[in-house]
């Protein structure tokens, strides 16, 4: 039975925002809204949209949005109104003055539309064939809905089996490949252990190489000791020959320049002699004399052997005074030279001046030839002769001296050579000492770090047991996953069995209401046919139609939807 006609603005915004829109397409549709109609579709749309955002939703059983929300909707569909404008129209909009907009008061808001015309609008001639075929596209659309619905969950539960079986087979492909690296991995693990074994036991054997080569550089360190012992006894006895020879060195030097001193006045008393052999008496008490005093020179020769050093000291100093004496004697010997050969060019110089020249310079120039050589030369001659004697005198205390020194020198050199060579052998012995004592302590050294490679081991070993026991443990633990998984695989295939029969016989309800959706698509072009169509309401299902054959699959669909819906009315 066809619905009683809403008496009031009031009754018709209580109904469904489709059913506000189907009453305003059906009043003004030959009055320009069939060019509107897919405009309006998609204000209800965007009503059903926000009406799920306030509270309480209702969505598409809502008919009406709070003040908020339907501020929101002129934002979005009528940008062309400024914000401040907004709420005077809201006010303008809501005719029955409850606070909220629905979607017939802002249709009639929107084209113009009195709340007269709105109420008086014609409805269609046929509405009770309209509302049936309506109920009848209703129930498919409810049912197509809910098969699809369902088809598309078994579709997807099928997809999540399939994928949930293509992941149980990786993961049982990866468990197998664990499994494997899990073996391969405890094989490691126990060649890793005789590894450890083997290195175990290269070092305790190197260890005992290490106490080996401790022991023996012990025995070394004591050789060397003992040898270092030696060597400084041997030190101080080559120290006390060096002060032996010292002494010796000094106490000969010391007879030496008695023995000098003593010869001189041996000479001096052989001269006396000499002199006074008309007196023998007197000379032989003098020789007496001379006798007793070179016995007492050669008693403090024997005591002077100690005053060695310091007579060659005393040697050298002479020595130098003498070398100084030399270089002044030969110095004076060379400016007397010099004088010579000065005297001697200037006779020449007069000699050619007498021969050349005028008369006058030849005879002053032979004038002073006379006058020098007139001059008497013998002191220069006596001066040269003295220096001559004076210098061979000294050259030979010099040469005396330089012996003697050289001769202690080399007795000197000879003992310092012996110090040297013993010196040599101590730093040899301490150097091998400091080397066995770096010996000793590497040695030292290398015992601690076998040591530490020994507990390192152990613990490496301790290590290894622990990760066989966890390969063993992940071993088991894969087994089961193993199990798990062929379990899980089992149920899979029931599951996708399962719910490969439900979908097909969703497909084949789906298929049943295709069918039903044509009929009822057939219904509607009958109605197009009909005088007083409600146009509005035909066009309402059709879109209905329209969108739900989108779900389908594409080989199914009816409609052509890379296209916007067109409805025809006019045949």
Not at 463 to 478: F, K, M, S, V
């Amino acid at each position: 039975m066809a619905q009683e006609r809403p008496q009031t603005l009031a009754e018709l915004c209580a109904k469904k925002y489709k059913d506000q829109a189907i009453w305003f397409l059906n009043g003004f549709w030959e009055e320009g809204l069939d060019t509107e109609a897919n405009t309006v579709w998609d204000y209800i749309e965007h009503f059903i949209k926000l009406d799920k955002l306030q509270e309480p939703p209702k969505g598409a059983d809502g008919n009406e949005l709070d003040m908020f929300w339907s501020a929101k909707f002129l934002e979005d569909k009528d940008e062309a109104i400024p914000a401040m404008k907004r709420k005077e129209a809201l006010r303008t909009i809501d005719h029955d003055n409850n606070g909220k907009m629905a979607a017939i008061e802002y249709l009639m808001w929107k084209y113009n539309k009195t709340v007269q015309q709105v109420m008086d609008s014609p409805q269609g001639e046929n509405r009770e064939k309209i509302e049936a075929a309506q109920q009848k596209m209703e129930e498919v659309q409810t049912a197509l809905a809910d098969v699809s619905e369902k088809l598309a969950a078994q579709k997807e539960a099928l997809d999540q089996n399939n994928k949930a079986t293509a992941a149980n087979n990786k993961a049982t492909a990866a468990n197998n490949k664990a499994t494997a690296a899990n073996n391969k991995a405890t094989a490691a693990n126990n060649k890793a252990t005789a590894a450890n074994n083997k290195a175990t036991a290269a070092n305790n054997k190197a260890t005992a190489a290490n106490n080996k080569a401790t022991a023996a550089n012990n025995k070394a360190t004591a050789a060397n000791n003992k040898a270092t012992a030696a060597n400084n006894k041997a030190t101080a006895a080559n120290n006390q020959a060096t002060a032996n020879n010292n002494a010796a060195t000094e106490a000969n030097n010391s007879a030496k320049a008695a023995n000098q001193k003593a010869t001189q006045e041996n000479n001096d008393a052989s001269a006396a002699n000499m002199k006074a052999t008309a007196d023998n008496k007197a000379a032989q008490a003098a020789n007496e004399a001379a006798t007793a005093t070179n016995n007492a020179k050669m008693a403090e020769v024997a005591a002077a052997k100690k005053a060695n050093e310091a007579a060659v000291e005393q040697v050298r100093i002479a020595n130098a005074a003498l070398l100084e004496a030399e270089a002044e004697l030969k110095a004076a010997r060379a400016e007397q030279e010099a004088q010579e050969a000065a005297y001697n060019a200037k006779i020449k110089e007069l000699e050619e001046k007498s021969q050349q020249g005028g008369t006058v310079s030849r005879g002053k120039a032979a004038n002073e030839l006379a006058q020098l050589k007139s001059e008497d030369p013998l002191p220069l001659r006596r001066a040269k002769i003295t220096t001559d004697a004076a210098i061979r005198k000294v050259e030979a205390q010099t040469k005396e001296a330089h012996e003697k020194i050289a001769e202690g020198e080399r007795k000197q050199a000879e003992l310092n050579a012996v110090e040297a060579e013993l010196a040599q052998a101590k730093a040899e012995l301490d150097r091998t000492k400091q080397e066995l004592d770096r010996t000793q302590q590497e040695l030292e050294r290398t015992k601690q770090e076998l040591d530490r490679t020994a507990a390192e081991l152990e613990r490496t070993k301790q290590e290894l047991d622990r990760t066989a026991a966890e390969l063993d443990r992940t071993r088991q633990e894969l087994e089961r996953t193993a199990a798990e998984l062929e379990r899980t695989r089992q149920e899979l295939e029931r599951t996708g069995a399962e719910l490969e029969r439900t979908v097909s016989e969703l497909e084949a309800a789906q298929a049943d209401l295709e069918t039903k959706m044509v009929e009822a698509a057939q219904e509607l072009e009958e109605a197009k046919k009909a005088s007083g169509v409600a146009y509005g309401s035909i066009y309402w299902m059709e879109r209905e139609l329209f969108e739900a054959d989108k779900s389908l699959a594409r080989a199914r669909q009816k409609y052509d939807h890379s296209k916007p819906f067109t409805f025809v009315w006019k045949q």
